[in-house]
């Protein structure tokens, strides 16, 4: 007999835990480097079902379609979208207050907002194992944590312009914690959805909840990041949806954030009431979790191995090298006058190409030596990173009276694009070779710790890389004598003064030489170390116990 009081379950093994736009970049990996072991994951867990489902195919000769559970991946889909809404959000809030004018500290500190994303493994076992049993398993955390991101965005709805239009400038700790509740709530809802859709659809069918997953997620970050960006902007509206000119664009964040709040406590209201974990006339699945101090306890086994230890370590310095790039470049091409909808907008032109990459480089990663393609690939995403130095610096000399013309926007694109190939080609080296390297008795677990950290590995050198670019900058006031720029209060002093600070290194163009300098290192280094552990045996990797 079921009781509706809040349970712990505590037999069998656990489901796959979830492990990024965001930036969209972490986001996606996260999702898609686990996508591998959702289908093995469901076949005891949906024994009964596919008893059925056998039985009945004898009998016609024919495989149950996907239009039978059209809805229910439709649904998938639709929960995923919805995931991705906040972060798209998130990831424009850097962009809009870099037009603001704040410094880099600032940015550096809403950067945490994309950590959640790249954590929940920390919490990923307590939504495995506590849930209201009468409620439904997924249902009792995915039903609160989109009420709770509805109401947080109605909230955001009547106060970010405030917050955003403070006379003191943008109130950048408030909004650094509502984005990161945001965020926190968005990777809660992953967790739910992930599980729920392992049961929710049929053991034939269950390969399209990746799918789902990575459509969806990206179809959510486009409408919150670049369609958002994109009609809000009053330039970008004017000159290619409006035939009068107005001051504003479109849509305003307020509105937008009220729609998406009610589109949330509507649905979830709906689902609530209308979905059913387990459908009318299926055979309830019974799903099997370990308890919450076991799971831990074998991530701890697991991370205490000496190969594993160390490739945590690579992992965590891998990315040191690109950080500046990576996280500080786009701002610097706001702050030098690039639009900041049109920076969004070429991310339209490489979805067919961060489709493509994948599937042609998997060819190279299929053998016994995934990483010797990281290893190649790195050298040549460490060239991107001064590229990208060049390209800010030459950006301000590019700029005309109505804009930037269309050969610079065709330089940036194929700058992206290159640096597209470089990094996926580091990716899913990584991802083939940690689904070489797990344990297949607990794949799931395994995987999902070594794509935690491959994120980690590049969250908090880009949090560091914004955090120094301001430190590292030096100017001068011109125009007053005995005065400098050394301090916001020096800096006022100037101004004060009748002179301006003048900006004579950008920390920037630093932080680009000293990144690429430690990425180098490391490459002659580590980077060899990393391509030896390939040759460890598969014994090296497991866990003692399952030896």
């Known amino acids: 007999m079921e009781h509706s009081d809040l349970i712990t379950h505590k037999n069998g093994r656990q489901r796959k835990l979830a492990g990024a736009t965001l930036p969209p970049e972490n986001v996606r990996d996260m999702d898609r480097g686990e996508a591998s072991s959702s289908e093995p994951e469901v076949e005891d867990e949906a024994e009964g079902l596919v008893r059925e489902s056998d039985s009945e195919n004898r009998r016609h000769r024919v495989r149950p379609g996907i239009r039978g559970e059209l809805g229910n991946v439709l649904l998938l889909l639709f929960l995923y979208v919805l995931q991705g809404i906040p972060l798209g959000l998130a990831g424009s809030i850097p962009l809009i207050l870099q037009s603001k004018g704040v410094n880099y500290k600032d940015q550096a500190f809403f950067s945490f907002v994309f950590w959640p994303f790249s954590l929940k493994l920390l919490w990923a076992p307590l939504v495995d194992a506590l849930y209201f049993s009468r409620f439904g398993r997924r249902k009792s955390w995915l039903v609160p944590t989109q009420y709770l991101l509805g109401l947080f965005m109605l909230y955001l709805s009547v106060t970010v312009n405030s917050l955003l239009q403070s006379e003191g400038g943008p109130k950048v700790a408030t909004l650094t914690a509502v984005f990161f509740m945001l965020a926190f709530l968005a990777a809660t809802q992953d967790i739910a959805v992930d599980g729920w859709a392992l049961t929710m659809l049929s053991r034939e069918n269950v390969g399209y909840a990746s799918t789902c997953n990575s459509v969806g997620q990206t179809a959510g970050y486009f409408l919150g990041n670049v369609l958002f960006l994109a009609l809000e902007s009053a330039d970008f509206c004017n000159k290619y949806l409006r035939t009068e000119p107005k001051d504003t664009g479109i849509v305003t964040l307020s ?282 045996s598969p014994s090296a990797w497991r866990c003692r116990g399952n030896q």
């Open 255 to 536: 509105d937008f954030l009220f729609f998406w709040g009610m589109v949330f406590l509507v649905s979830t209201t709906l689902v609530a009431i209308m979905k059913r974990e387990h459908g009318k006339g299926k055979r309830k699945v019974h799903e099997e979790t370990q308890g919450v101090m076991d799971t831990y306890k074998l991530l701890f086994s697991i991370i205490k191995m000496p190969t594993v230890f160390t490739f945590c370590v690579l992992l965590l310095t891998a990315k040191i090298g690109f950080s500046a790039a990576d996280a500080v470049t786009g701002l610097k091409l706001v702050e030098a006058g690039v639009p900041k909808e049109q920076l969004a907008l070429l991310a339209v032109p490489m979805v067919p190409l961060q489709i493509l990459l994948p599937v042609i480089i998997s060819k190279y990663t299929a053998g016994p030596r995934p990483l010797d393609v990281f290893y190649k690939a790195f050298p040549f995403r460490l060239l991107i990173g001064l590229e990208y130095a060049l390209l800010v610096w030459w950006t301000p000399s590019v700029k005309q009276e109505g804009g930037f013309p269309v050969y610079y926007y065709t330089i940036v694109l194929l700058s992206y694009a290159v640096h597209q190939v470089a990094l996926y080609s580091m990716y899913v080296a990584c991802m083939a070779f940690h689904a070489k390297v797990s344990d297949p008795l607990i794949g799931g677990t395994y995987m999902t710790l070594l794509n935690t950290v491959t994120n980690l590995g590049g969250n908090w050198p880009s949090t560091v890389a914004l955090w120094m670019v301001d430190p590292l900058t030096s100017k001068e006031c011109q125009g007053a004598v005995g005065q400098s720029c050394g301090s916001p209060e020096e800096a006022g002093l100037c101004i004060k003064e009748g002179g301006a600070c003048v900006t004579t290194l950008d920390g920037y163009y630093v932080e680009s030489v000293v990144c690429v300098a430690i990425g180098l290192a490391w490459w002659l280094w580590l980077g060899k170390k990393m391509r030896r552990l390939q040759e460890q």
